[in-house]
């Protein structure tokens, strides 16, 4: 940020000495490290909560994404099963046509061989 050369620091240090005086300067030279110190920590903090905060904004993107997905899962999973309930309901009405047939043939060799077993018995 600053770029503050041996000379520069210096020439400063002779400047604070000259306008401060050499009683005070330690005490000016430690008020100064303390405001430092706090300004990098404020510097620090603001730093993590703009992180934490584009983080958070990340996880929002990231959540949304996810649950995008899922309902987009979710309806596939649906139309999934719309299909295969119409594919069982084909299936089932195709399936019934020809059994309801056989049973039809089924019944009737029985009911004309009981017909001619009747006939027959009457003859005779």
Known sequence: MFEIGFSEL???????????GPERLPKVARTLGLLWARAQRYVNGVKADIER?????????LKAKIQAEAESAQQSVRKLDQNLNEQVRQLNVAVAKPIKE????????LQTGESENAQQDGKS
């Open 53 to 61: 905060d584009m983080a958070m904004d990340e996880l929002r993107q």
């Open 102 to 109: 056989i049973a039809q043939q089924a019944q009737l060799p």
């Open 10 to 20: 210096v020439m400063i240090l002779v400047v604070a000495l000259v306008v401060v």
